[in-house]
């Protein structure tokens, strides 16, 4: 198993099997702290910088508490157009992070652009770790998910994913890249103009990952042993920003998980995680069923964080 230290995280294609393991072990040793809410002195001397092109609320928070709970410094920004790179002068990937590297010691960058992260690890010569990049990857959200789902099932293998929303997004790319390293079945369900594109089809392929597609959530929801779910209702991920104007257009219900449904077909056991935030695939109501796990996410996130710092900055090994 290669070493954490220094290493960029651009694509769960990256990591092998073992390695997915090492985080989470690394993570349940960091978790009392979380939990007790106990900031430790491990990365004391570490500066985290985070360079967010994108909104976000949980991953950038989550990764700025993690490194607190670490006992580390924080700096960086979360809106470019704050910031030479998205005002009259459009500062380039190359020049921006040749630049941000000397004002910390690891770099968190969400981009709107696809292989942003991957090009900022090009020019920058701390480790750089990709919270989002357009349409690309989420590494950092996908490992949070398949450690929710270790502990909560205590297993990656043997296990149906039924993943529920559009195709294009970046979570689904990771985790269904993840999955190829588990002994897993994915069941796919997406509006026809969502599904998986023939080129991520192919790769697919080419790793071995069991995957079919299924036409709504009732055809496959018996099956399921985790429930994951991204909107249909959707920005386009390609942008900086994209505010809402005027109604959006509601889930159909093919594509939605009910209370109803979860009482009369799914497994008793199965879960369901979401990386937030939701629009009406996912109604509140579901939150007080004995499936929801997307609450317990958020604090597992700060945990899978916690652990990815420590690794990539040299405190665990």
């Known amino acids: ?12 294609k990256d990591f092998s099997r073992d390695e997915f393991f090492r985080v989470f072990q690394v993570a349940n040793d960091l978790r009392p702290a979380a939990r007790d809410r106990r900031n430790t002195d491990l990365l004391k001397n570490k500066t985290l910088l985070t360079a967010f092109y994108q909104p976000s609320t949980r991953t950038r928070l989550s990764t700025e508490a993690a490194m607190h709970r670490l006992g580390g410094h924080v700096l960086g920004f979360s809106d470019s157009k704050m910031t ?10 190359k020049d921006t992070f040749h630049m941000l590297e000397y004002y910390g010691d690891v ?22 770790i990709n919270c989002g990049d357009g349409w690309g990857e989420h590494p950092t959200q996908v490992l949070t998910d398949l450690y929710t789902i270790l502990l909560e099932r205590g297993t990656l293998d043997g296990l149906t994913y039924l993943l529920v929303g559009d195709m294009r997004m970046r979570t689904m790319h990771s985790l269904l890249y993840a999955l190829s390293q ?29 995957y079919r597609e299924a036409a709504s959530v009732a055809d496959a929801i018996a099956e399921a042993d985790i429930i994951y779910m991204e909107p249909v209702v959707q920005a386009d991920y390609t942008q900086s920003r994209v505010e809402r104007a005027g109604e959006t257009s509601l889930t159909p219900e093919a594509y939605q998980v009910t209370r109803d449904l979860l009482r009369t077909k799914a497994k008793r056991s199965s879960i369901i995680l979401h990386s937030l935030p939701r629009m009406d695939e ?21 945990v899978l964080k916690m652990s990815l710092l420590s690794l990539i900055l040299g405190a665990a090994e």
């Not at 198993?1 to 769960?12: V, Y």
């Not at 030479?84 to 990937?93: K, L, N, P, V």
């Not at 991520?200 to 790793?207: G, H, I, Q, R, V």
């Open 182 to 210: 588990f002994d897993a079945e994915a069941i796919v369900v997406s509006p026809p103009d969502m599904n998986l594109l023939p080129e991520f089809k192919a790769e697919l392929d080419l790793l071995n990952v069991a």
């Open 1 to 12: 198993m290669r070493s954490f230290a220094g290493r960029d995280i651009l694509s769960l």
């Open 84 to 93: 030479r790179a998205g005002d009259f002068y459009q500062e380039s990937i």
């Open 282 to 302: 996912l109604l509140p109501d579901v939150d007080q069923t004995r499936h929801q796990r997307y609450w317990a996410e958020a604090f597992n996130g700060v």
């Open 107 to 128: 770099i968190a960058i969400r981009h709107f652009q696809e292989g942003a992260p991957a090009e900022a690890a090009r020019w920058a010569s701390v480790p750089v």
